[in-house]
């Protein structure tokens, strides 16, 4: 689950601010910091998601397992695009006269409790044609006010995407149709004849994509394809539109989780031509609030001690139609105001059309012994001003000893691949600026995997480029290809050593083992 940090800002009264984990009901740790009077409690919202690739392993979201009818039940099988899949329906195993077909639903707990205005979803999906095309199957957010925050669910037709108070796919796959509903009603459908064939008996996944904008209650989705390479033609991506930014009368932000299902719905007995299998896998649902307004550019600055004052970059977004203004404030982290920086608190204005303001916060040549200290940097309303707010909202300036060598944070970010669990890339944290020459060179990297097999090689994950972010404090590795499969536990070692590894814009070398300056730096990465 995502940490959360939460800002509780109470006029007259000292601050605190509470570290916790997404989720839980756990208390977190408390610090106090200085008092900001007058300023109004404020909170910054994390982007959470519902993941599963049934592959099993941490990060995965828990389920639900529905029989709506007949036998099978839904069973993970392998042999899907990234591993194992999810066979949601099949041909009924044991049909009787009152109970034919097949019908099996999947609903996965609520992982992003509250509303939000906006959703984006991909999963993969396939229909391989046994006696027939199938009845059809569903992708639906359930409305937690009317399907619970767990357990199973199940619509009365899949294939039209009817759910009470929720917003669903219906995928037709006898009529090669695909329904958008809303509240227990179609809103429209769109035919796939003479573009692609939901059922199809290639064995290829097809790649469903949606974003579902709630304020403006719009809803697309978009379906993607491969056709097989032949003897005289390469392999070819194909996406379909399906809905594009399509209005949604009556939808709003609410309370969501999402389920899925499938339904082989025979009309006679026995069986006809009607029965299909209907395979899952890698689904990714992610909520998020769009943030419009004023923010930090980023979170985290960066100051030499000896370089006399730091300027701290505001930005707008959204809307410049007028003015606006907001609050700043320094406050003491590790560092001490009056002994390694002059503490600032004023206002800022923006003029219309006006997208960047600055702030100076003054440093002092303390001549600071250790890797470094931190300020604490706010921006906010106070009773005078309201201007819209966007994310960050608080952020850190770290004012580093010009003698001191740069150090690399153990902590490893994962980038995905979009809509997916494969990862593409990895964010690494440096203590302080790096040279962009020597962060930069791809050589200075490198990703270890263990032997595949006992007494086997390490292997080596290729690199395609590594890319400095301007505050030159992160770097971000991206992999040259997502063929190769990570193993839960890996390394990468950072070079340091002179002439050739990562030194910082003091001309320093990475400290890596043992905190030595001119040592690579290994880090254990787990997925």
């Known amino acids: 689950m995502m940490d959360y940090i939460r800002q509780l800002r109470v006029a007259g009264r000292r601050s605190w601010t509470q570290v916790g984990t997404g989720g839980s009901s756990r ?48 069973q993970v099988m392998s042999g899907g695009p990234t591993g194992n899949f999810l066979r949601l329906a099949t041909t009924p195993t044991a049909p009787t006269a009152s109970v034919p077909g ?101 064995g290829q996944f097809i790649t469903a994509n949606a974003a579902i904008d709630f304020l403006n209650a719009r809803v697309s989705l978009s379906l993607t394809y491969t056709i097989p390479a032949t003897v005289s033609t390469p392999a070819e991506t194909v996406t379909v539109p399906v809905f594009g930014s399509t209005t949604v009368p009556g939808l709003a932000p609410y309370e969501s989780r999402v389920s899925l299902e499938a339904k082989n719905d025979n009309p006679q007995y026995p069986p006809t031509l009607t029965s299909a299998d209907f395979d899952l896998d890698n689904v990714n649902v992610q909520m998020g609030t769009i943030h419009f307004g004023i923010q930090f550019e980023s979170p985290t600055y960066t100051a030499q001690e000896n370089q006399g004052s730091v300027q701290i970059a505001i930005v707008r977004s959204g809307s410049m139609d007028d003015s606006a203004t907001v609050s700043y404030v320094t406050a003491d982290g590790t560092a001490k105001s009056g002994v390694n920086y002059t503490a600032v608190a004023s206002t800022l204005t923006f003029g219309e059309g006006q997208a960047q303001q600055t702030f100076t916060v003054p440093i002092i040549d303390a001549g600071l012994s250790t890797g470094g200290e931190t300020v604490k940097l706010f921006i906010g309303n106070n009773p005078t001003f309201a201007a819209p707010l966007g994310s960050p909202i608080v952020a850190t300036l770290r004012i580093v000893n010009n003698d001191s060598p740069p150090t690399v944070s153990t902590t490893v970010q994962l980038l995905y691949a979009r809509h997916t669990r494969r990862v593409a890339a990895f964010r690494l944290q440096f203590s302080q600026p790096m040279d962009p020459t020597s962060a930069q060179t791809v050589s200075n990297y490198e990703v270890l995997l263990p032997p595949a097999h006992k007494n086997g090689p390490v292997r080596v994950v290729s690199l395609s480029q590594a890319v400095l972010d301007p505050s030159g404090l992160f770097v971000t590795l991206y992999r040259a290809s997502l063929g190769q499969h990570l193993t839960n536990l890996f390394q990468i070692v950072v070079r340091g050593k002179p002439p050739t590894g990562l030194f910082g814009t003091n001309g320093i070398f990475l400290a890596g083992t043992g905190g030595v300056s001119g040592t690579d730096a290994t880090l254990t990465v787990s997925i």
């Open 102 to 202: 097949n019908d099996n639903s999947i609903s996965f707990v609520t992982s992003d409790p509250g509303t939000y205005n906006q959703a984006t979803a991909s999963w993969d999906f396939r229909v391989t044609p046994q006696t027939g095309n199938g009845d059809g199957m569903s992708f639906a957010l359930l409305n937690t006010s009317d399907y619970g925050s767990s357990g199973g669910a199940y619509s009365s037709a899949p294939q039209q995407g009817l759910y009470k108070g929720s917003l669903a796919f219906g995928f037709d796959t006898a009529a090669d149709a695909v329904n958008l509903s809303f509240n227990d009603a179609i809103v429209t459908t769109t035919s796939l004849l003479g573009q692609l064939n939901l059922a199809n008996a290639s």
């Open 27 to 74: 208390p977190g740790r408390r610090r106090a910091s200085c008092a900001l009077t007058g300023w109004e409690p404020l909170e910054r919202r994390e982007l959470l998601s519902t993941v599963q690739n049934f592959e099993g392993g941490t990060g995965q979201t828990a389920y639900t397992k529905l029989r709506v009818a007949g036998l099978p039940a839904a």
